[in-house]
């Protein structure tokens, strides 16, 4: 079946800009996680859900970062007001339920910052 | 809180030859484990899991794993070194504080390069 899947795959903006990343989790997972993988600071959590609601948030750099989870599927990691230190790759990863421990991962958006 | 210490951010082998990637973990409670692969520009592939059936695990590709508490080690190995392998390795516990997300706490990871 299809896996996890995130666009944009690439994203070039401006610093000060703002941005959208989407992940699409796999049909069915309940819990999705947002991570973020950046050379000096390797992968670290950003954000998890559980359907619709966001009970860990704790991974969120700054008030400048903000997610959502509509009708248990889709989520929006949106970045305000980018700067340089945001570029990294953002990755999103789904499983069955919290508790399945297992994560399915998608390809990550590369975000750059100018 | 649980933390992952990777031990040697790049390793190399000869094709043919024993693959050992070293994980050490802590956490205050029975663990779960995982060590997923990362090629390049793609996301993350679960190579194996441990949550607290057998000590040794088999994954994918060959990989196998051994979860040794007194040591607190969780390392990943393969017998034979494919040119394939070349990819970075990173080993994961899984949140188990109170919050009990399940979030992943990586470590730092480990570049494999498997020479001809």
């Known amino acids: 079946g299809a896996g996890v899947s995130q666009s944009p795959s690439n994203k070039v903006t401006e610093k000060g800009k703002d941005v959208e990343l989407r992940c699409d989790p796999i049909?069915?997972?309940?819990?999705l996680y947002w991570y973020r993988q950046s050379l000096g600071q390797g992968l670290e959590f950003l954000i998890y859900?559980?359907?619709?609601?966001?009970?860990?948030k704790s991974g969120l750099p700054s008030d400048r970062f903000s997610a959502e989870r509509t009708g248990g599927s889709v989520s929006t990691l949106t970045i305000q007001r980018t700067q340089q230190e945001d570029s990294a790759v953002y990755l999103c990863?789904?499983?069955?339920?919290?508790?399945?421990?297992?994560?399915?991962f998608g390809p990550g958006t590369r975000l750059t910052v100018t | 809180a649980q933390s992952v210490t990777q031990l040697g951010s790049h390793v190399s082998v000869s094709e043919g030859a024993l693959v050992l990637l070293r994980c050490n973990y802590s956490?205050?409670?029975?663990?779960?484990l995982f060590w997923y692969v990362q090629y390049p520009n793609q996301g993350l592939q679960l190579l194996l899991k441990?949550?607290?059936?057998?000590?040794l695990v088999k994954g994918i590709n060959g990989f196998e794993a051994e979860f040794k508490k007194s040591e607190t080690s969780f390392h990943l190995t393969k017998p034979s070194a494919h040119m394939s392998d070349a990819a970075e390795y990173f080993c994961?516990?899984?949140?188990?504080?109170?919050?009990?997300?399940?979030?992943?706490?990586f470590g730092q990871g480990t570049t494999l390069q498997v020479k001809p």
């Open positions: 994961a516990v899984s949140d188990l504080s109170s919050s009990n997300t399940g979030k992943l706490i």
């Open positions: 441990y949550t607290s059936a057998a000590t």
């Open positions: 956490s205050s409670v029975p663990p779960y």
């Open positions: 859900f559980q359907g619709n609601s966001a009970p860990d």
């Open positions: 049909s069915g997972h309940t819990a």
């Open positions: 990863a789904s499983s069955a339920t919290r508790s399945n421990y297992e994560q399915y």
